[in-house]
């Protein structure tokens, strides 16, 4: 088996992890001087709470999430998988760091080599060329 089957067969556990990890990054970030929930501060028992509640609700949605990404997955080529999961975790990273902007050059970089992938993905899975 190949590096190119296991990601084929595990890329709707990849892709749903990535949807995770996006809707936690939404609900709560660490920062390095503390946790931040709703753009505010919160106390250590506030964050307990916070990553309690986040986990339980994120632990039902997962399911629903998976049955999403399988929809997404099954209708996409190997090419257009690895695209699509490069372009969400571009974008989710820079999401993630505020700091870090969309529109930088290796952040654009990146976003045009995923959607290329897609691209050509898309036109393999078309059959309107042949690799």
Known sequence: ??????????SVLILTGIFIAFISSIIYRVAPTGFVSGGKYRTKEGAILIYLFSAVILGFCTPLLYVFSDLIIINLSVLSIF?????????IINQSVPSWKHTSPKTLLIYFFSIILIVIGFIVKLNLIFF
């Open 83 to 91: 695209g699509l999961l490069i372009f969400l975790a571009n974008f």
């Open 1 to 10: 088996m190949d590096i190119s089957e296991i990601f084929a067969e595990n």
